[in-house]
C-alpha cells in the first residue's frame, strides 16, 4: 500500500483544514487507517484513526471535538477535517496504514502498530 497525504497550508487561528489520503492498491477497505503528526523538536503523536470499514473512531484528546477522520473506500481515501485550527496544532501529519483489526482502541494509539506511512503534509496555523 502506498499513501500519498494531501491538503497541508497556512491557515489561521481559528480556521479549517481538510487533509486527504490517497492510496493505492484495492485493499484499502482492509486496513485501519490513522493520522499522526510531529511538531518541530517533538515526537510523533497520534491524532486520530478509523477502522477498516469506518464503525469506529478514536481520537487524541487534544484534537476531539474540532477533528473529524473519515473514509471513502470507494475512492481508496482516507480524510482528517480539522476545525477550530489552533497553533499548537501547527506540524508535519502523516498518514498510515494498519492491516489487522484491533479491538481495544488504544492499539490505534501506537505508531508501531502501522504497517504502511505516508510522507507529511505541513500544517502551519499562524496567531
Known amino acids: 500500500v502506498q499513501l500519498q497525504a494531501s491538503g497541508g497550508g497556512l491557515v489561521q487561528t481559528g480556521g479549517s483544514l481538510r487533509l486527504s489520503c490517497a492510496a493505492s492498491?484495492?485493499?484499502?477497505?482492509?486496513?485501519?487507517m490513522g493520522w499522526f503528526r510531529q511538531a518541530p523538536g517533538k515526537e510523533r503523536e497520534f491524532v486520530a484513526a478509523?477502522?477498516?470499514?469506518?464503525?469506529?473512531?478514536y481520537y487524541a484528546d487534544s484534537v476531539k471535538g474540532r477533528f473529524t477522520i473519515s473514509r471513502d473506500n470507494a475512492k481508496n481515501t482516507v480524510y482528517l477535517q480539522m476545525n477550530s485550527l489552533k497553533p499548537e496544532d501547527t506540524a508535519v501529519y502523516y498518514c498510515a496504514a494498519v492491516g489487522r483489526t484491533y479491538y481495544s482502541g488504544s492499539s490505534y494509539y501506537q505508531e508501531t502498530v502501522y504497517d504502511y506511512w505516508g510522507q507529511g503534509t505541513q500544517v502551519t496555523v499562524s496567531s
Open positions: 478509523i477502522t477498516s470499514s469506518g464503525g469506529r473512531t
Open positions: 492498491g484495492r485493499t484499502f477497505s482492509s486496513y485501519g
